[in-house]
Structures are given as C-alpha cells and as structure tokens.
C-alpha cells in the first residue's frame, strides 16, 4: 500500500471512528441516565417525555460534539466554497427543493418498507410515529433547532469540506450517505440521503452554512411545526399543507430536471465523484467497518 493510499485510510477510519462516536457515545449515556432513573427517580419514566429528553440531550449535546472532535483530527486541506449571496427568493426556491425531494424520497420509502413487511409477514415500526404525542415544542426544538444545528455543522461543514479533496461529488455523495446511514433506521434513510445531498449540493454552491441550517430547519418545521397546525384548522388546513407538499415536489421535479438540468449536468462532468480505489478505501478502513458493524447492530435491536 502506497504513502497515498495510507493517508486516504487514515483520513476515512478518522470519519468512520466520528460517526461510531456520534451513535455509540448516545447509546451509552442513555442506558446511563434510564439505569438512574429508575433506580433513584423511577416515577419520572413514566412520563413519556422523559426517554426523548434523554435521546435528545444524549445525540446532540454529547454524540455530536463529539463526532466534530474528532472530524477537526482530520486535515481540512480545500479552501472553503466560494460565497454567493442569494436573494429571498432563492432561497424560498431552494427551501421547496429540500421539501420536495424529502416527500418524494418518503413515497419511494413507503412502498419500499411496505414490501419488506409483506416479505416478513408483519409490519415495520416507524420510530418517527410516537413523534406525534408528544409536546409540539418539543418537537420544534428537537426537529427544528438541535437537528439542523447540529447535523449541518457536522455533516455539512465539518465532513463535507474534509473530503472534498477526492473530489466535489465524492464529498457530496459520501456525506449524504453517512448522514443517511446515521439516522439508523431504514424509514429515514433514503430521504435522508436525498436531503442530504440537496443541502450538500447548496453548501458547495452559496458557501453559506447558515443558508444550510435554515433550510434543514424549515423542511423539518414542515413536519414538526405546519403538520399539527393543519390538524386544529382541520380540513382547511389539511388541504393547505397537502397542496404545498404538493407543489414542493412539482417544483423540485422541475428544478432539477428542467430548470437547472444543463448546470447540474456540467457540476456532475466537471466534478471527481471517486474512483473505485477511493470509495474501497473509504468503506473499507477499521474505523469504517466498527461503525458499520455497530449501525447493523443498532438496526438490527431496533426491528426485532
């Protein structure tokens, strides 16, 4: 192995070893605090709150910070992307982009997870459904603050801008594949992965981390905040989020495959988007293989 191809290694285990802290360190504190709880305060796991709080402070204020820890270990060897400033309307475009094509991903997930149950014979869990009951600001806080801080820091600005050296699509696709993979179920991974490369895709075009943050955080305000609101204006309401979910995926189509067809076409033949020797090396390092092998585990306790 060559001088060139042990530092590609050294660079992807460093990723690999970031992401198994930012799933395994989560885990572990949250076994933590439920284990105190119920041996001191066991009347407070009664509320169903309480574990989300734990997961919550568990993933964003432990798990990730210390992923970036280690992530800022690895040289940061490109210069940032240029900035571009965008006006509003732009950026109200680039937000029905992002929402588009996470409910067009979610359509693909559903009939795929529907196949999968009739395979098992019994249905899937979805882990997002107990969302639902619980308090809107918590979840407001959860999806639209902690997530898209956290996650776009992470992934976006401190993951992508690492690998760009092996190329502009390769930094892409390999950080929406991580931020899909991290979710750790198999509900939110392809339109994580699809978001994912949206919101990669807008980092290495305006340069704006913070254009980034707020367009995670008002996809998942669709969900999060829009969503119950539509539920007390009942069907009025209800026609109005579908007709705009409706429309965010028109317009992504449209976006993508028309509107800036020819630019998208000549990012993807200007662009590296690694050869077979860099995404071997990139899969195949040990700290890659432990964070696989972990995610399987995680997945695997989380279906049965």
């Known amino acids: 192995m060559g001088e060139e191809a042990r530092r590609y290694r050294r660079t992807f285990s460093r990723v690999g070893v970031a992401m198994l802290a930012m799933i395994l360190l989560p885990v572990g504190v949250q076994l933590l605090l439920q284990y105190l709880l119920l041996t001191q305060a066991p ?3 009664e509320d169903a ?4 709080l734990i997961s919550a402070a568990a993933t964003y204020l432990i798990g990730f910070p210390a992923a970036m820890l280690v992530l800022r270990t690895a040289p940061l060897e490109c210069p940032d992307p240029e900035r571009q400033r965008l006006n509003g309307e732009n950026w109200a475009g680039l937000w029905l982009l992002a929402i588009g094509w996470l409910y067009l991903a979610n359509i693909v997930t559903l009939s795929l997870m529907d196949a999968l149950a009739a395979l098992r014979g019994e249905p899937i869990s979805n882990p997002l459904d107990a969302m639902g009951d619980l308090p809107v600001a918590f979840n407001l806080i959860y999806s639209c603050l902690l997530a898209p801080v956290c996650e776009e820091l992470c992934f976006r600005w401190m993951l992508l801008r690492r690998l760009r050296p092996w190329g502009d699509g390769f930094a892409l696709c390999a950080s929406a594949l991580l931020f899909a993979l991290v979710h750790g179920n198999l509900y939110q991974m392809i339109y994580a992965f699809a978001v994912g490369m949206v919101l990669g895709g807008i980092l290495l075009r305006t340069g704006s981390i913070k254009g980034c943050i ?23 309401g209800n026609l109005a989020l579908a007709m705009l979910v409706l429309v965010s995926m028109l317009w992504a189509l449209y976006w993508t495959f028309f509107r800036r067809r020819a630019e998208l076409i000549d ?3 200007e662009t590296s988007w690694g050869d077979g020797e860099t995404w071997g090396h990139f899969l195949v ?3 890659m293989t432990l964070f696989v092998l972990v995610l399987i585990w995680i997945m695997w306790l989380t279906m049965r």
């Open 214 to 236: 707020l367009l995670h955080a008002g996809a998942n305000f669709v969900s999060a905040g829009l969503l119950p609101l539509a539920g007390m204006m009942g069907e009025t």
């Open 43 to 45: 009347a407070l796991l």
């Open 267 to 269: 990012f993807a033949d």
């Open 49 to 52: 709150l309480v574990p989300y």
């Open 285 to 287: 390092n040990p700290g």
